[in-house]
C-alpha cells in the first residue's frame, strides 16, 4: 500500500492553481467548498465575489465564521437554483468523483457558469494502477487519502475517461493540468497517454 | 459609551433611548411621534394617524450614519432588546447577542429596536386612545400587516436622519420583518440575518395562532374587544393563547429532557385537575406572568399580521422575485429542532435567493431547544454571525471589531 504524505500541502497547490486560473474581480461559486479554504483564498488573492456550497453543514458553518459566504447544499439536487450564467466561473474541486450524477453536474455547471474548473484524483495515475493491479488493493494516495469503507467518492475516472466525456457532452477543453506526486504542476494537451498516467490529479477549465 | 447592561431601570427611565443618539440627530426622546399629516398607510387600504413609535437605541451613531442595526422583534416581543423590562424587571430578550461584545456589538454598531406598530409597549396599537372617540381602539384598530410594522420602521429610520441599514436582523416574526425590509427597500439595507422564519406563515402556524385568537375571545373578560371600557381584562383567555403558542416554541426533545413526567411539590399524583406535572405547573406560569406584560388585543393583531405574511404571494408566487437584482447580503439561520419555522422554510428562502443570484450564506444550528433556541445560548449561531457581520463590516467600511480581526 502506498503511504500518504502530508496532504494538505498538495491541496494546497491544487488550490493555488485553481485560483490563478480565475480571473480577478469575477463572481465564483466553489461546490464543494469544505471549510473553505479555495474561498478564502480566492477572496483575498484574487478579490473575487465569491460564494460557496457545501454537504456539510459544520463545513458551512465554518465558513461561515470566518466571513465567507456558503450556503448547505448538495451538488446533486441544489444547482438547479442557480440561474443560467450566474457566474464567471463555477469550481468543482475534488468533488466530482463524489457526486451521485457526474454528468448532470457537470452539465448543471456548464449551465451557471461561463467557465467551470474541475479538478479530481486521477484513477489512472500509476501508482493506483499498481496498487489495484500488482498489490490488489483499493488504492490509496496523497489525492486518495481515504481507505475504501470510508471514503465519500463513488464514480472515480482516469484523465481519459473525464475528456472522453467531455467530448460526449461538447464541452470545450480550455486548459488542462497534471499534477504530479511531487505537486509539480504540468499543463498537457491530446494525446493523454502520458498525463493519464503519471498524474496524480488533474485540473481542467471548461467552457461550453 | 457606558456599558449599557450596568444601567439601571430608573437610569433608563428618565434617560430616555435619545439621550444616546447624536444631539443634532433626534430631539425625541424614544418616541417617534407621527401626526395627521403623516398617516401611515396600511396594507388593508386603511391608514393610521396620528400614531407614535417606541425604541430603544444602543451605542453610538458614527459620522457616516453607516453603522446602524434594526433589530425587529418577535410576536411577543418588544423594543426591550437589551435593557431591563419596564414591567417585568428581567432582563432584555436578547442578551447575548446585543450587547457590548456581543455579535451585535454596541461598541461597534447603532442599534435601533422599536416597538411594532400594532403593539402594547408604547407604540400605537389597540390598547392606545382613538384621537375620535377618546376610547381604545380595541377592535377598531386596522389590522396591520408584516409591511405595515416595516413602514413604521422606515419612518422611523427617517425621522432619526438615517438614510440606510447595515443590518436588519430578527428572529421569527423579527424575520419576517427583516425579509419585508430587503425585499421592500433593498437599497435601503447593506445586509438581513433572517433567523428561524419563513417567507409565508404555514397552515400548521395560522392553525396555532388560530387557537390563541379564540382562547382570548372566548373570555368573558374580553367583551368583544372593549375590555379596558369595563376595566376588565382577558387575562384567562390570553394566558391559555400564550400557553398553546410556547408549547410550539418547544421541542419534544426539550420537553422531556427538562420536564419529563416529573411530579410538581408532590411525590404521586393527586387524580384531580391541579398541576401534578412539572410541564403543567412551567405552562401555567408561562401563560400568568405574560398576561401582566401584553395586550389581548394586540395579541390578536400582531398575530393576524403574521398569518397574512406571504412574500411570495405579493410576488406572482415567484419568492426569486421578491429579491430581484439585490445587493443585499444575507444570512439565514435555522435550528435542527424548530418545528414551527422548520428548515425546510430557510432552504425555500434560501433557493429563491440563490435564484436571484443574492449573496445568500444559510447555516442550520444543530439543537434540540426548538423554535425558542434563536433566543438562547446557541454558540454556534453567534460564531457564525459573529463571523458574517465582520465581513458584512469589512465590506462596508466599518472598523474591526475589538479584537481587530475580520477572521
Known amino acids: 500500500m502506498i503511504k500518504s504524505k502530508n496532504s494538505p500541502d498538495a491541496k494546497r497547490s491544487d488550490l493555488l492553481l485553481i485560483a490563478n486560473m480565475v480571473t480577478p474581480g469575477s463572481r465564483v461559486l466553489d461546490v464543494g467548498c469544505g471549510d473553505g479554504a479555495l474561498l478564502e483564498m480566492l477572496s483575498q488573492e484574487r478579490q473575487v465575489d465569491s460564494r460557496g456550497m457545501e454537504i456539510s453543514q459544520s463545513g458551512v458553518n465554518a465558513c461561515v465564521a470566518r466571513g465567507l459566504s456558503a450556503i448547505q447544499g448538495d451538488a446533486d439536487i441544489d444547482l438547479k437554483t442557480y440561474p443560467d450564467k450566474a457566474f464567471d466561473y463555477v469550481i468543482l474541486s475534488q468533488t466530482i468523483q463524489a457526486t451521485r450524477n457526474p454528468k448532470h453536474v457537470l452539465e448543471e455547471l456548464l449551465r451557471i457558469g461561463q467557465r467551470v474548473i474541475v479538478s479530481f484524483p486521477n484513477f489512472g495515475y500509476w501508482r493506483v494502477r499498481l496498487a489495484l493491479g500488482i498489490g490488489g488493493h483499493m488504492p490509496m494516495t496523497n489525492a486518495l487519502t481515504q481507505p475504501w469503507y470510508v471514503t465519500p467518492n463513488i464514480h472515480f475516472c482516469t484523465v481519459s475517461d473525464f475528456l472522453n466525456l467531455c467530448d460526449e457532452m461538447n464541452v470545450h477543453i480550455e486548459k488542462a493540468y497534471a499534477l504530479s506526486r511531487t505537486d509539480r504542476i504540468y499543463p498537457f494537451g491530446r494525446p493523454v497517454l502520458f498525463a493519464n498516467l503519471l498524474a496524480e490529479e488533474a485540473i481542467f477549465l471548461l467552457s461550453q | ?407
Request: glycine share 8%; hydrophobic share 40%; net charge negative.
Open chain 2, 1 to 407: 459609551m457606558a456599558d449599557i447592561k450596568k444601567e439601571t431601570p430608573d437610569e433608563s427611565e428618565d434617560n430616555p433611548a435619545g439621550r444616546r443618539l447624536d444631539p443634532e440627530l433626534v430631539s425625541a426622546a424614544g418616541i417617534a411621534v407621527f401626526d395627521h399629516s403623516q398617516p401611515l398607510k396600511l396594507g388593508s387600504g386603511a391608514s393610521l394617524a396620528p400614531y407614535q413609535i417606541a425604541y430603544q437605541t444602543y451605542g453610538t451613531l458614527n459620522k457616516a450614519r453607516s453603522n446602524v442595526v434594526l433589530v425587529c422583534h418577535a410576536l411577543t416581543g418588544d423594543q426591550h432588546v437589551a435593557t431591563t423590562h419596564p414591567v417585568t424587571g428581567k432582563d432584555g430578550w436578547w442578551p447575548r447577542m446585543v450587547g457590548p461584545g456581543c455579535p451585535i456589538d454596541t461598541d461597534r454598531f447603532f442599534v435601533i429596536c422599536s416597538n411594532v406598530i400594532g403593539g402594547c409597549m408604547g407604540t400605537t396599537g389597540p390598547e392606545s386612545i382613538h384621537p375620535e372617540t377618546g376610547l381604545p381602539y380595541g377592535l377598531n384598530f386596522p389590522v396591520i400587516t408584516i409591511g405595515d410594522m416595516v413602514k413604521a420602521q422606515v419612518n422611523l429610520i427617517d425621522q432619526l436622519g438615517i438614510a440606510d441599514l447595515f443590518c436588519v436582523i430578527g428572529g421569527s416574526m423579527g424575520g419576517m420583518q427583516a425579509l419585508q425590509w430587503a425585499s421592500s427597500y433593498p437599497e435601503r439595507v447593506f445586509s438581513a440575518i433572517p433567523i428561524a422564519t419563513a417567507a409565508r406563515h404555514s397552515s400548521q402556524n395560522i392553525a396555532f395562532n388560530e387557537v390563541g385568537r379564540q382562547a382570548i375571545m372566548a373570555d368573558r373578560d374580553w367583551h368583544s374587544g372593549n375590555y379596558q371600557r369595563v376595566n376588565a381584562r382577558p387575562n384567562k383567555g390570553l394566558a391559555v393563547a400564550r400557553m398553546a403558542a410556547h408549547i410550539t416554541y418547544l421541542s419534544e426533545k426539550a420537553l422531556q429532557r427538562k420536564f419529563g413526567r416529573n411530579l410538581q411539590d408532590r411525590d404521586q399524583i393527586t387524580y384531580g385537575f391541579e398541576a401534578d406535572f412539572q410541564i403543567e405547573s412551567y405552562l401555567r406560569h408561562q401563560g400568568f406572568t405574560f398576561v401582566d406584560r401584553f395586550d389581548a388585543n394586540s395579541y390578536l393583531y400582531i398575530t393576524r399580521a403574521m398569518d397574512y405574511f406571504d412574500l411570495e404571494d405579493d410576488f406572482d408566487s415567484v419568492l426569486s422575485n421578491a429579491f430581484k437584482d439585490t445587493k443585499t447580503r444575507f444570512c439565514i439561520v435555522s435550528f435542527t429542532s424548530d418545528w414551527l419555522f422548520p428548515t425546510s422554510e430557510a432552504r425555500h428562502i434560501v433557493h429563491a435567493l440563490n435564484a436571484a443570484s443574492a449573496n445568500v450564506s444559510f447555516v442550520e444550528i444543530d439543537s434540540d431547544k426548538g423554535h425558542d433556541a434563536f433566543l438562547l445560548d446557541e454558540p454556534e449561531m453567534f460564531s457564525t454571525l459573529r463571523g458574517f457581520l465582520n465581513s458584512a463590516a469589512q465590506a462596508r467600511g466599518l472598523s474591526a471589531d475589538k479584537a481587530g480581526s475580520f477572521a
